[in-house]
């Protein structure tokens, strides 16, 4: 092999890689600024402030440097080597490629401004949105700013990123798919979701603490056939995001297993320690009944909701029941803080339900030791007092009568 062959070869893969960088960026390069989203940020404008708009500009301006890529290459080659790339009559494979890419560029030009001159309208996601068109003659863009304006509201915006500029954000009323080249608008009354395949992975830099992680594919289809069916791949964790914010059943094939994932886990266990843990007793001196449909009394429990979910009844309530002991107190960096008296008011009030405890028991713990994390203490999210697992207790319930 010549020294030029090699010098080709070299430059070619150095090339290869800077072009899948740019396709795929990695952290590295969206830290560092350098993705078409960043340095075309003048044209594209702000996502939130015209979310479809943008992707549409997006899209298309991705798919035109991508296309572009082979005449970067050539026009690469003729700066570093010294053979002649581009010339009026070409006769190595090298001249005949060059002109190959410039026909490319050419015509991925062309399409560029013809989506420009239309104003996108034939662009495939304003295909998708013309299909949710009603039969009153709207437009098209009344159904892009009703996504748009659902998009602006961060609260009730469920964005998943799954790799590079790849994402799925879910609104109150739309689930949007965002790839390189295309993005797909899918109204959730019209969609039905299936988790068709379930992988684990035993290290991955997805995880905080570098353990396994579990990805769910899941394929996404239209019940009125407005648009192709479409799969996204995401974690555990981010799976029951979705679904918890959707408004309808996720369909599980049989081969797919959902696994707990860490914080589930450690939750369960912390329960189980806590349920070993003396009771608290909870009097209820304020004793409330209601009269009944059909004349009975009943009685009215003055337990109030978590103040973490709100959805359950509070049931454990910090307790100081450890002994602090100098050794029980030292850990591998010194000493640690002692555990004292929860002084939340009212004090005979609990606020908080197991499973929220342990949530924020496990947040305080280092997330790369999770096995330190039972031995662990953390503090109390109102009064900040510390506490360990074995400062929890579960209510005794005393109804006075």
Known sequence: MTSES??????????LLFTLCIVYPPVE???AGFTIQTLFSGYLGVERDDFVKYHLRRTVLTRFIHFCSPLFYFIYLSLVLRETIFTLTPRTILQFGAYASIAIAGVAAVVMLRHWWNGFDEHPTVHCLKRYLGNNGSSWHEVAESINAEYRNMLDTLSITLTGIDRVVM???WILNITNYTLICAQVSDVSLEAIRADEHP??????SGGSAQFISICVKSTTQRFEPFHIRVRAESFRDLRNKLDKPIAMAREVVLKQSLNERFVEAFTQQIALNQKYDYGEPEVSFVKGEVGQNSYKSRLEPCLGCSTELSNVKLWKQCINDVQDDMDAEGSRLRC?????RPMWYALWCDTCMGLIFASKQDPHRPELWMPGKAQCPTCRATFCVLDVAFLNIIRNS
């Open 340 to 344: 004292t008296q929860c002084y939340c």
């Open 171 to 173: 609104t109150s009323s």
């Open 203 to 208: 290290i991955s830099h997805h995880m905080q």
């Open 6 to 15: 090699q010098e080709l070869i070299l430059h070619t893969v150095l090339h």
């Open 29 to 31: 390069f969206q830290r």
